[in-house]
């Protein structure tokens, strides 16, 4: 009986180094001169929820490990709640901000506080989630289309100037504001170069922006010190944008359409969760046309990890996706689907 024990247990043994030996060996094959691969171990993710929303929703406002947080547009005194264990849905209406409905530039939910952003008067609202009452918060008068609350009542805004372009800015519980100018590297115009999307990682206490148009991302600390530039495995370092001419009303735009390398993305735990718009060389073409890509990254070192897919909906594009623990929301036109992450 020990003996065929031992057996069995060789066998295992032998099978699972061989599973690794050809995993690893495929690693080395398919590499290409430019290493742009992706590694795909298998069974990294499970389908849990599809839920048909009635809104066209644009944007996840937040998760935490009970729910789902929707803003809902043209009605942004209401929000959906989405129960990540059953999926039930249910509205809840937000007081204090029916006089500026029309205004409010987006809704951003941290537990346990919600936050509204007010574009006309430059202000800041801040509420709990027992009350659901907006209350002011903070006001500034700078222009910016991000705002990244902290946890210390500190945030941080991705402004635009004409002059620098986009510009992380940091505003303390004080008043005090700092500038980063220098944290956005500038390519070609500082604009359209520039462009990404900016995430807190409240685990790490991590500042994360990933760039649009090229292969990198920086990681900051909440007082906007550079840690590091990672890069995305992807090759394109330079953002292939073309600058048009200023029209009548000296508005710049782009002459043509740019190389979009990155695409939605997220934070959660250590990781930063990346939706790329590009090929890899060992990717099978119709895989890659029929669903959608993500890419992980490590924080703490910028190191790649693994990669997956995501499945392509009739319902069109990702418009948003978070993550809390091991659970992926994805948010698509009319429909919000979770995934069970499995790494």
Not at 25 to 39: A, C, H, K, Q, T
Not at 58 to 83: F, N, T, W
Not at 119 to 147: C, H, M, N
Not at 260 to 286: G, I, P, R, T, W
């Amino acid at each position: 009986m020990s003996k065929r024990i031992g057996i069995l247990f060789l066998i295992c043994v032998f099978s699972t180094s061989l599973i690794w030996g050809l995993y690893m060996l495929s690693y080395e094959v398919n590499r290409d001169p430019n290493n742009f691969i992706r590694l795909f171990p298998p069974h990294r993710l499970s389908s849990a929820l599809k839920m048909n929303l009635n809104y066209n929703t644009d944007q996840i406002a937040g998760i935490d490990s009970e729910k789902v947080v929707l803003s809902i547009p043209d009605v942004m005194d209401r929000l959906l709640l989405v129960q990540l264990d059953k999926g039930n849905i249910r509205k809840v209406k937000i007081d204090g901000i029916e006089e500026m409905k029309k205004s409010i530039v987006s809704t951003v939910f941290t537990s346990p506080f919600f936050y509204v952003v007010r574009d006309d008067v430059k202000q800041i609202y801040r509420g709990d989630t027992i009350e659901w009452r907006a209350k002011p918060f903070s006001k500034i008068d700078l222009s910016y289309d991000t705002f990244i609350p902290l946890p210390d009542s500190s945030f941080v805004l991705r402004t635009i100037t004409a002059k620098e372009g986009y510009v992380l800015v940091k505003k303390d519980k004080a008043g005090t504001i700092k500038k980063a100018p220098a944290l956005l590297e500038k390519q070609v115009d500082g604009l359209f170069c520039r462009d990404g999307i900016l995430h807190y990682n409240q685990k790490l206490g991590l500042l994360v922006y990933l760039y649009y148009y090229r292969n990198q991302f920086i990681v900051a600390d909440k007082n906007l010190n550079l840690l590091y530039k990672g890069k995305t495995i992807d090759t394109v370092s330079r953002a292939k944008i073309k600058i048009g001419l200023p029209d009548q009303d000296g508005h710049i735009k782009l002459a043509e359409p740019p190389i979009v390398v990155n695409k939605k993305s997220c934070v959660s735990a250590e990781y930063l969760f990346v939706q790329s718009n590009l090929k890899a060389d060992n990717e099978d073409a119709e895989q890659f046309k029929n669903a959608w890509v993500v890419d992980v990254y490590e924080l703490k070192n910028g190191k790649y990890k693994l990669s997956f897919y995501l499945p392509k909906t009739k319902t069109g594009k990702i418009k948003d996706m978070k993550v809390t623990g091991k659970t992926m929301a994805v948010l698509y036109a009319h429909r919000l689907c979770t995934y069970k992450l499995n790494f």
